[in-house]
């Protein structure tokens, strides 16, 4: 029933994605996560789903589940930031490093004055506790970008978690 739901009116699909997360809310990941996969399986490039999956599924030790949902919905768009930038956590977070760097490379050259790929990269890295490789990402990005002032929040931001008070001032500054 709830598959007919999603595949029905669009009212009808947002009242499956609000249960979904209603359900997130309340603690019931499992349930939640069941709704989040039926609303992306009748609709590959859900972006909320997707999103709804990307939380509950790491709590649920099925983080790898995602992997082929977020391929898929980047080839169905191709172009959607919100979409390349879950693939992206996920490679991350899943541990395919060079699987996060090619496809990081790859949104960069389709957008090459965007500095998103390299910032959801480093994001990505940063979460993951791997600062050094964060910040090294940045850095390309920087040099990819052609200003020194590309990314400096995030480089800022960066050195202040990891304690480099003076770098970070220079960044701000």
């Known amino acids: 029933m709830l598959v007919l739901a999603l595949v029905a009116a669009p009212a009808l699909r947002a009242q499956a994605m609000q249960r979904g997360f209603d359900l997130e809310r309340t603690g019931r ?34 983080q790898p589940e995602l992997l082929p949902l977020a391929q898929r919905a980047v080839a169905q768009e191709p172009t959607s930031d919100a ?30 004055r965007d500095d998103q790929p390299y910032r959801e990269w480093a994001v990505a890295l940063q979460d993951a506790g791997r ?28 050195a202040e978690r990891a304690g480099a008070w003076e770098e970070a001032a220079r960044e701000w500054g």
């Open 131 to 158: 600062l050094a490789e964060a910040r090294r990402v940045l850095l390309m990005g920087r040099g990819a970008g052609g200003r020194p002032d590309v990314l400096a929040v995030e480089l800022a931001d960066l």
């Open 29 to 62: 990941l499992a349930e939640a996560a069941e709704v989040y996969l039926a609303a992306a399986r009748a609709q590959p490039a859900n972006a909320a789903a997707l999103l709804g999956l990307e939380r509950v599924l790491p709590q649920l030790s099925r």
């Open 83 to 112: 979409l390349r930038g879950l693939l992206l956590r996920t490679y991350v977070a899943l541990d395919q490093a060079d699987s996060a760097a090619a496809f990081a490379l790859r949104w960069s050259e389709a957008s090459p």
